[in-house]
């Protein structure tokens, strides 16, 4: 017996022991794609590789790529190669002009006039302006449902279109048409295109840099299949060559990108990696160039590799990890919710307990133990970078002995004995997403320092949204990463009263005025300051505990050159930039 | 037999109603749906969504139109692939996994048999307890572990086979092992106890007793006899390799529908979910016939009225 | 009381009703070593079961932080300093937790199976006794369970219910333990079926019926007792399959609510740090292995000494 028992422990060890044996990615022979070798020259490279070739990871299907209805990250990821709109981002977050060459804003700043330059899609027809206009009424069309049509917002017209979409019954295809036709958008010809807005919302501009309002032609969109590999019509650096579903993604450039900047390389391969683990095993058998994010799991381990370590990088993102305290308002945020009628049951809606509860984390260590050391401590919402920032606002710094005395007001307020005597706390999250540390990490720090129970409630993905939504949790894990570097995106929706994705039921009257004011505001430096303001009231009310602004972790082949980084690359270091992007002779 | 066969093949339709019915209304029940998202879509833009894929009407209403496509052939459209329907999906995907999984059980037969007799004729001497221990460690060995060992080892250390993929037949070899380990180990053990239990047998008693050699005791006898109950199990093997593969699929990332058995639960992709439903639902009880029928022909003893 | 009677040298000891049964069972079974093995080492997981929490050296959710950053952010290697098995990146002692996660594998062996007999003994003993159209009926029944995939079910019923009392009970496994049980239970059902079927023909049930003996009693008193030597076969084999099941769900997000830890969702978090914490998925691995040869080798060994073809031999 024990004869057998050994035999099935050492195999057991001899299979790990290889494992441990040296993780170095000590140049294996490369099995998969030709023309990359393992091995990185040693003096630096000179010129450029005869094969311009690359292969990033991408961590799952893209669940469309028509630009419209688009959302998802990974749809994301493929569409800034695929598509330019009139203006877009540059590596320093400024909105600068694309497909348009030229911009004028109204004195009243309510009229956008954009003129196109001579530009080509992929497939030879001019880009002309008809093709915005049809492409911004198809974002606000109620038909399409599109995630993201609430941006079109500001544009004359498309309040009523919004509207329309959850109408009950259903307007007819009539009724549809007539509230397009006066959605403020007009092509006076074909290289000039002109938006009109309700209001003078100063971040509307940042907003045109989104994937939604690039040119489409009707005649392509409305085609079967369209967005199958076949018949995709481009207007980005980038074609659309080959979509195997579940498989990969391959893009070949565009001949007839009309950009500054032609693209380098002749092929971009994105193969589907749906596990990280296996996106890492990949990386260091030489299969794939860029992974990202990297597991922060696997962190540590791969900072130390003598090989891999020099291929990490680690840049700041226009993110968040938040956790959201519930502050005890309904949906329209006029009202308390149902279950927090008594504030004893809801002991985060007292403003000392949050208080507390935020003074009590120590968030250099929370991220060092749960996030790898990889981030910046935030003790605000809006990220470094954006007007708005606040980097001396912290009223509610780590510090125990303060939270012991913030508590001791709430649990007096509360009418409760201490903090012990509180029912344990309702702390969601979903599962599957890594979060369990970070849970975990938070929980025991609030026992420790209180003796305060929660119950760690880890839910399905679906259902940890609805709950959240309902404001069944006490605390509730969140994230946010922006959607266009403007302070309005990080704020507006989030923390106003009712906002859609306010997901810590907080309303403060002044915080919604003041944010209307700052959209309206045309003094950028006024504008920052008011932002500042509303954030001020924000934070200092406790609104939610801010944890870290999070690095994206990623592993580069050091052949890889030319990449043109920003905060908001979610796939790949350099995604927004594709065309700059080159390969290194190696 | 024929009449056995045909009244066999007949109740898999009930079968397959009744589970249509229970999986359709539990799908429903759980809260949470296609359009949930991090970021919040509008409620206008569910509702109109909502509206589009049928989902404001009431649940029975839903089931019929869903039902009415079915025995047509038409899977619907899915929810989370807003451009794809199921049936291009499911296309597009099963020849993938229906290949990993008969290759799988191919490399379990042949290797589990004979590692199942190697161990009962060396019953209680090392072959049975090398045997044992491999089976052992095969089944208490999580797929996931098994599979993440075998890409560490042999990709990335040793160079030998790619990490992920389906593009040629080097890409077989890791995602076949993975996906046969678990089965490999209960046909070896099933088969080493039912060989055991054979050579205990009366007649083959009286066949050693009749002075029979050894080894044509083994052959004729013991095998033939000895496949019987692991037949039995060979059904339930197919089943889970078939779809129990989502694990490999997804870690060997294999664009078969396996990996979507899985992801329509989380996505709420209901027409999806329903395709990987009906299609386990199906090969299950479809299989289960195969192995009563094979069972009859293995078996001279039994005979079906 | 026993007649003492030598044939061929060896004392046979008259039967008498069940006690006979049992008592040479359990002598087969002294004498399989295996079997043996199989047996230490389910007390020994009852033991962990029962006392774990009173003989980990530290609380199950207690993170030793300061240890873990000490070490650069990793967790620590077994053999470190008050950390026999190691600890995860929050600094959880890793033989603490898997004493933690061996009471849940108890419950599993537990839980599942009393389920799967509670539903599959019933449905069996009718399909068997009675024959003909509710044997057809409950078999087709059996037939849905059986091609109902079981992942799905079981993913809709935690999450389904999971907000429910049912939903929080032993930190949302109890759920997860039903639906895996009811998963399950179609192979007891058709085992008690063969045994119903093939007892009820006896001559001792014809004996029985005869008399006068009611039909309730007869399955009762006479045929579930003499039957239940592959039942308990069944169940004490069927536990292995539920502990792995449990682990699988583990990796897929299905289980046990942190900060509570099985030893399914230590693989499951465990593997993620395999390259270069690889003791995180070793000695759960280890642990799994053992309650699955301790169930096996019991099972294995109890089939052999409940086996009636095998009396008399050594």
Same mark, same amino acid.
């Given at each position: 017996?024990?004869?057998?028992?050994?035999?099935?422990?050492?195999?057991?060890?001899?299979?790990?022991?290889?494992?441990?044996?040296?993780?170095?990615?000590?140049?294996?022979?490369?099995?998969?794609?030709?023309?990359?070798?393992?091995?990185?020259?040693?003096?630096?490279?000179?010129?450029?590789?005869?094969?311009?070739?690359?292969?990033?990871?991408?961590?799952?299907?893209?669940?469309?790529?028509?630009?419209?209805?688009?959302?998802?990250?990974?749809?994301?990821?493929?569409?800034?190669?695929?598509?330019?709109?009139?203006?877009?981002?540059?590596?320093?977050?400024?909105?600068?002009?694309?497909?348009?060459?030229?911009?004028?804003?109204?004195?009243?700043?309510?009229?956008?006039?954009?003129?196109?330059?001579?530009?080509?899609?992929?497939?030879?027809?001019?880009?002309?302006?008809?093709?915005?206009?049809?492409?911004?009424?198809?974002?606000?069309?109620?038909?399409?449902?599109?995630?993201?049509?609430?941006?079109?917002?500001?544009?004359?017209?498309?309040?009523?279109?919004?509207?329309?979409?959850?109408?009950?019954?259903?307007?007819?295809?009539?009724?549809?048409? $007539?509230?397009?036709?006066?959605?403020?958008?007009?092509?006076?010809?074909?290289?000039?295109?002109?938006?009109?807005?309700?209001?003078?919302?100063?971040?509307?501009?940042?907003?045109?840099?989104?994937?939604?309002?690039?040119?489409?032609?009707?005649?392509?969109?409305?085609?079967?299949?369209?967005?199958?590999?076949?018949?995709?019509?481009?207007?980005?650096?980038?074609?659309?060559?080959?979509?195997?579903?579940?498989?990969?993604?391959?893009?070949?450039?565009?001949?007839?990108?009309?950009?500054?900047?032609?693209?380098?390389?002749?092929?971009?391969?994105?193969?589907?990696?749906?596990?990280? $683990?296996?996106?890492?095993?990949?990386?260091?058998?030489?299969?794939?160039?860029?992974?990202?994010?990297?597991?922060?799991?696997?962190?540590?381990?791969?900072?130390?590799?003598?090989?891999?370590?020099?291929?990490?990088?680690?840049?700041?993102?226009?993110?968040?990890?938040?956790?959201?305290?519930?502050?005890?308002?309904?949906?329209?945020?006029?009202?308390?919710?149902?279950?927090?009628?008594?504030?004893?049951?809801?002991?985060?809606?007292?403003?000392?307990?949050?208080?507390?509860?935020?003074?009590?984390?120590?968030?250099?260590?929370?991220?060092?133990?749960?996030?790898?050391?990889?981030?910046?401590?935030?003790?605000?919402?809006?990220?470094?970078?954006?007007?708005?920032?606040?980097?001396?606002?912290?009223?509610?710094?780590?510090?125990?002995?303060?939270?012991?005395?913030?508590?001791?007001?709430?649990?007096?307020?509360?009418?409760?004995?201490?903090?012990?005597?509180?029912?344990?706390?309702?702390?969601?999250?979903?599962?599957?997403?890594?979060?369990?540390?970070?849970?975990?990490?938070?929980?025991?720090?609030?026992?420790?320092?209180?003796?305060?129970?929660?119950?760690?409630?880890?839910?399905?993905?679906?259902?940890?949204?609805?709950?959240?939504?309902?404001?069944?949790?006490?605390?509730?894990?969140?994230?946010?990463?922006?959607?266009?570097?403007?302070?309005?995106?990080?704020?507006?929706?989030?923390?106003?009263?009712?906002?859609?994705?306010?997901?810590?039921?907080?309303?403060?009257?002044?915080?919604?005025?003041?944010?209307?004011?700052?959209?309206?505001?045309?003094?950028?430096?006024?504008?920052?300051?008011?932002?500042?303001?509303?954030?001020?009231?924000?934070?200092?009310?406790?609104?939610?505990?801010?944890?870290?602004?999070?690095?994206?972790?990623?592993?580069?082949?050091?052949?890889?050159?030319?990449?043109?980084?920003?905060?908001?690359?979610?796939?790949?270091?350099?995604?927004?930039?594709?065309?700059?992007?080159?390969?290194?002779?190696? | 037999?024929?009449?056995?066969?045909?009244?066999?093949?007949?109740?898999?339709?009930?079968?397959?109603?009744?589970?249509?019915?229970?999986?359709?209304?539990?799908?429903?029940?759980?809260?949470?749906?296609?359009?949930?998202?991090?970021?919040?879509?509008?409620?206008?833009?569910?509702?109109?969504?909502?509206?589009?894929?049928?989902?404001?009407?009431?649940?029975?209403?839903?089931?019929?139109?869903?039902?009415?496509?079915?025995?047509?052939?038409?899977?619907?459209?899915?929810?989370?692939?807003?451009?794809?329907?199921?049936?291009?999906?499911?296309?597009?995907?099963?020849?993938?996994?229906?290949?990993?999984?008969?290759?799988?059980?191919?490399?379990?037969?042949?290797?589990?048999?004979?590692?199942?007799?190697?161990?009962?004729?060396?019953?209680?001497?090392?072959?049975?307890?090398?045997?044992?221990?491999?089976?052992?460690?095969?089944?208490?060995?999580?797929?996931?572990?098994?599979?993440?060992?075998?890409?560490?080892?042999?990709?990335?250390?040793?160079?030998?086979?790619?990490?992920?993929?389906?593009?040629?037949?080097?890409?077989?070899?890791?995602?076949?092992?993975?996906?046969?380990?678990?089965?490999?180990?209960?046909?070896?053990?099933?088969?080493?106890?039912?060989?055991?239990?054979?050579?205990?047998?009366?007649?083959?008693?009286?066949?050693?007793?009749?002075?029979?050699?050894?080894?044509?005791?083994?052959?004729?006898?013991?095998?033939?006899?000895?496949?019987?109950?692991?037949?039995?199990?060979?059904?339930?093997?197919?089943?889970?390799?078939?779809?129990?593969?989502?694990?490999?699929?997804?870690?060997?990332?294999?664009?078969?529908?396996?990996?979507?058995?899985?992801?329509?639960?989380?996505?709420?992709?209901?027409?999806?979910?329903?395709?990987?439903?009906?299609?386990?639902?199906?090969?299950?009880?479809?299989?289960?016939?195969?192995?009563?029928?094979?069972?009859?022909?293995?078996?001279?003893?039994?005979?079906?009225? | 009381?026993?007649?003492?009677?030598? %044939?061929?040298?060896?004392?046979?000891?008259?039967?008498?009703?069940?006690?006979?049964?049992?008592?040479?069972?359990?002598?087969?079974?002294?004498?399989?070593?295996?079997?043996?093995?199989?047996?230490?080492?389910?007390?020994?997981?009852?033991?962990?079961?029962?006392?774990?929490?009173?003989?980990?050296?530290?609380?199950?959710?207690?993170?030793?932080?300061?240890?873990?950053?000490?070490?650069?952010?990793?967790?620590?290697?077994?053999?470190?300093?008050?950390?026999?098995?190691?600890?995860?990146?929050?600094?959880?002692?890793?033989?603490?937790?898997?004493?933690?996660?061996?009471?849940?594998?108890?419950?599993?062996?537990?839980?599942?199976?009393?389920?799967?007999?509670?539903?599959?003994?019933?449905?069996?003993?009718?399909?068997?006794?009675?024959?003909?159209?509710?044997?057809?009926?409950?078999?087709?029944?059996?037939?849905?369970?059986?091609?109902?995939?079981?992942?799905?079910?079981?993913?809709?019923?935690?999450?389904?219910?999971?907000?429910?009392?049912?939903?929080?009970?032993?930190?949302?496994?109890?759920?997860?333990?039903?639906?895996?049980?009811?998963?399950?239970?179609?192979?007891?059902?058709?085992?008690?079926?063969?045994?119903?079927?093939?007892?009820?023909?006896?001559?001792?049930?014809?004996?029985?019926?005869?008399?006068?003996?009611?039909?309730?009693?007869?399955?009762?008193?006479?045929?579930?007792?003499?039957?239940?030597?592959?039942?308990?076969?069944?169940?004490?084999?069927?536990?292995?399959?539920?502990?792995?099941?449990?682990?699988?769900?583990?990796?897929?997000?299905?289980? %046990?609510?942190?900060?509570?830890?099985?030893?399914?969702?230590?693989?499951?978090?465990?593997?993620?740090?395999?390259?270069?914490?690889?003791?995180?998925?070793?000695?759960?691995?280890?642990?799994?292995?053992?309650?699955?040869?301790?169930?096996?080798?019991?099972?294995?060994?109890?089939?052999?000494?409940?086996?009636?073809?095998?009396?008399?031999?050594?």
């Amino acid at each position: 017996m024990s004869q057998k028992r050994l035999l099935a422990l050492v195999g057991a060890l001899a299979i790990v022991a290889s494992a441990c044996g040296g993780t170095t990615a000590s140049a294996p022979p490369s099995s998969g794609e030709p023309g990359t070798s393992a091995s990185a020259s040693a003096e630096p490279s000179t010129g450029l590789a005869a094969e311009q070739t690359v292969r990033i990871a991408l961590p799952g299907e893209p669940p469309t790529l028509d630009p419209s209805p688009a959302q998802d990250a990974n749809s994301l990821a493929v569409l800034r190669a695929l598509h330019r709109p009139l203006v877009y981002i540059n590596e320093k977050l400024e909105v600068v002009d694309a497909l348009a060459e030229s911009h004028e804003i109204s004195s009243d700043a309510k009229t956008l006039t954009f003129h196109l330059r001579d530009a080509k899609y992929s497939n030879g027809d001019p880009i002309v302006a008809q093709d915005l206009v049809y492409s911004w009424k198809r974002l606000a069309d109620p038909r399409t449902a599109a995630p993201y049509s609430y941006v079109i917002a500001e544009v004359e017209g498309a309040e009523d279109l919004l509207a329309m979409a959850g109408a009950d019954p259903a307007p007819s295809d009539a009724d549809v048409e $007539a509230a397009l036709d006066k959605l403020g958008v007009s092509a006076p010809d074909d290289k000039t295109f002109v938006v009109k807005l309700a209001t003078p919302a100063t971040y509307f501009l940042g907003a045109m840099t989104l994937w939604v309002f690039v040119p489409l032609q009707e005649k392509w969109v409305t085609s079967p299949d369209a967005f199958e590999a076949a018949n995709y019509v481009s207007s980005g650096p980038f074609m659309l060559d080959t979509w195997d579903h579940n498989s990969q993604i391959i893009l070949k450039p565009n001949p007839n990108w009309y950009g500054d900047v032609k693209p380098t390389l002749t092929e971009i391969t994105m193969p589907i990696y749906a596990e990280p $683990a296996a996106a890492q095993a990949a990386y260091e058998a030489d299969e794939v160039d860029i992974i990202m994010p990297v597991a922060s799991e696997d962190v540590p381990r791969v900072k130390d590799d003598p090989v891999m370590g020099a291929e990490f990088v680690s840049d700041p993102q226009l993110s968040i990890t938040y956790y959201n305290y519930n502050n005890g308002n309904d949906a329209t945020g006029k009202k308390k919710l149902a279950r927090c009628e008594d504030a004893k049951a809801c002991p985060t809606t007292n403003k000392n307990f949050r208080i507390a509860l935020s003074q009590a984390i120590d968030k250099q260590a929370f991220i060092n133990a749960t996030f790898a050391g990889l981030g910046q401590v935030a003790n605000s919402f809006v990220m470094p970078g954006l007007p708005g920032y606040d980097e001396s606002l912290n009223p509610y710094p780590f510090d125990l002995t303060a939270a012991k005395a913030s508590m001791d007001k709430a649990v007096q307020e509360l009418g409760y004995a201490s903090a012990a005597d509180i029912p344990p706390l309702k702390f969601g999250f979903n599962t599957g997403g890594g979060h369990e540390p970070r849970v975990a990490f938070l929980a025991e720090a609030w026992r420790q320092a209180f003796g305060l129970q929660t119950d760690q409630i880890g839910s399905e993905f679906s259902v940890f949204l609805t709950q959240r939504t309902a404001g069944e949790y006490d605390i509730s894990r969140n994230g946010w990463g922006a959607d266009y570097p403007h302070t309005n995106n990080q704020l507006a929706g989030l923390f106003t009263c009712g906002g859609g994705n306010n997901d810590q039921q907080w309303c403060n009257e002044e915080f919604d005025s003041l944010i209307d004011q700052a959209a309206a505001e045309q003094d950028l430096t006024k504008q920052a300051d008011l932002y500042k303001q509303a954030q001020k009231i924000m934070v200092e009310d406790a609104a939610s505990l801010f944890l870290l602004w999070p690095e994206r972790p990623a592993l580069v082949k050091p052949y890889v050159t030319g990449l043109t980084k920003t905060p908001m690359d979610s796939t790949s270091p350099g995604e927004h930039f594709y065309e700059t992007m080159q390969i290194a002779e190696h | 037999m024929l009449t056995y066969l045909s009244r066999r093949i007949f109740w898999i339709i009930p079968v397959l109603f009744t589970v249509s019915i229970i999986t359709f209304g539990l799908m429903h029940a759980v809260p949470g749906g296609p359009w949930d998202s991090e970021k919040r879509l509008p409620a206008a833009v569910q509702a109109r969504l909502n509206a589009e894929y049928g989902l404001d009407k009431p649940i029975h209403e839903q089931y019929v139109s869903w039902l009415g496509g079915f025995v047509q052939g038409d899977l619907g459209p899915s929810y989370r692939f807003r451009d794809r329907r199921v049936n291009d999906i499911v296309a597009d995907g099963l020849p993938t996994t229906v290949q990993l999984g008969v290759m799988a059980f191919i490399l379990a037969v042949l290797v589990g048999i004979p590692l199942g007799i190697f161990a009962a004729l060396g019953h209680n001497r090392w072959p049975d307890y090398l045997s044992t221990s491999l089976s052992i460690v095969g089944i208490a060995t999580p797929s996931f572990v098994l599979a993440i060992l075998l890409i560490v080892v042999f990709s990335v250390q040793f160079g030998l086979f790619p990490t992920g993929g389906w593009k040629g037949p080097q890409y077989w070899v890791l995602p076949t092992i993975a996906l046969a380990g678990f089965p490999i180990a209960v046909i070896a053990r099933y088969t080493r106890a039912s060989m055991l239990e054979v050579t205990r047998k009366d007649y083959i008693r009286t066949a050693h007793s009749k002075g029979l050699r050894n080894q044509s005791v083994v052959s004729r006898h013991m095998i033939r006899n000895a496949l019987i109950p692991v037949v039995t199990i060979l059904g339930p093997t197919l089943a889970f390799l078939v779809t129990g593969s989502f694990i490999i699929e997804r870690i060997f990332s294999i664009p078969g529908v396996g990996q979507f058995y899985l992801n329509s639960i989380t996505t709420r992709d209901y027409s999806l979910l329903m395709a990987m439903t009906m299609l386990y639902a199906f090969s299950v009880a479809f299989l289960n016939v195969v192995v009563d029928v094979l069972y009859a022909y293995i078996d001279p003893r039994i005979r079906y009225s | 009381m026993a007649t003492q009677v030598a %044939v061929q040298g060896r004392p046979i000891e008259a039967r008498r009703g069940g006690a006979g049964l049992w008592s040479d069972a359990w002598s087969r079974l002294r004498k399989n070593r295996l079997a043996l093995l199989g047996l230490v080492l389910v007390f020994l997981l009852l033991f962990a079961g029962i006392l774990g929490p009173i003989l980990a050296p530290w609380p199950y959710q207690v993170q030793d932080l300061p240890a873990v950053f000490a070490n650069g952010n990793r967790p620590l290697h077994p053999g470190a300093p008050n950390h026999l098995l190691g600890t995860d990146n929050l600094g959880r002692d890793l033989f603490s937790r898997l004493l933690d996660g061996a009471r849940i594998s108890v419950s599993v062996a537990f839980v599942v199976q009393f389920v799967i007999l509670l539903i599959g003994v019933p449905i069996g003993a009718l399909a068997g006794w009675f024959g003909g159209r509710l044997d057809n009926l409950l078999m087709r029944f059996t037939d849905v369970i059986y091609a109902f995939p079981d992942l799905l079910f079981i993913i809709l019923l935690s999450v389904a219910f999971r907000e429910t009392v049912f939903g929080q009970a032993l930190d949302g496994l109890f759920l997860v333990f039903v639906a895996i049980g009811i998963t399950s239970w179609v192979t007891v059902a058709r085992l008690v079926r063969g045994q119903m079927l093939s007892l009820k023909e006896t001559e001792f049930v014809e004996a029985a019926r005869a008399i006068g003996v009611s039909d309730r009693k007869i399955v009762t008193k006479h045929l579930l007792p003499n039957g239940i030597g592959p039942i308990i076969v069944a169940v004490t084999l069927g536990i292995p399959g539920a502990i792995l099941a449990e682990a699988t769900l583990a990796y897929i997000g299905v289980g %046990v609510q942190p900060p509570r830890a099985s030893w399914g969702s230590l693989i499951a978090e465990g593997q993620k740090y395999i390259r270069s914490e690889p003791h995180l998925v070793l000695f759960p691995a280890i642990f799994i292995a053992l309650a699955l040869i301790g169930f096996t080798f019991l099972g294995d060994g109890l089939r052999d000494a409940l086996d009636p073809k095998l009396k008399g031999k050594q």
